[in-house]
């Protein structure tokens, strides 16, 4: 989880960067703006990854009930919300760079 993190903090933290710099011409421009969606993409490949692989709960997610068997807690659910979450930014991230890319087509 912190490796995604550290991933989305530092190409979010290049793209704002580079929108401080000074313009680059038409043919950089794109260049750039298709590594920044190529990232985006692998980056939210990564995040639905990571939310597949967590669906099974962990230990200390269940909890157990009178008739014997087990329900999913808070736990479970507060974890499956930050994924979905994680996923939810990590979309918006690679949209924002399609439309970016797009616009300078």
Do not use: C
């Amino acid at each position: 989880m912190s490796r995604i993190l550290t991933l989305l903090l530092t190409l979010f933290a290049s793209a704002v960067f580079a929108q401080a710099q000074p313009p680059l011409d038409r043919s950089a421009a794109l260049d750039k703006a298709v590594e920044e969606a190529r990232a985006a993409q692998l980056a939210l490949q990564a995040t639905e990854a990571k939310r597949e692989q967590a669906v099974e709960p962990q230990l200390g997610e269940r909890t157990g009930n009178a008739g014997g068997g087990a329900r999913l807690n808070e736990n479970y659910m507060a974890r499956q919300a930050l994924l979905d979450q994680e996923v939810a930014q990590a979309r918006k991230r690679y949209e924002d760079a399609m439309k970016r890319w797009n616009d300078l087509k």
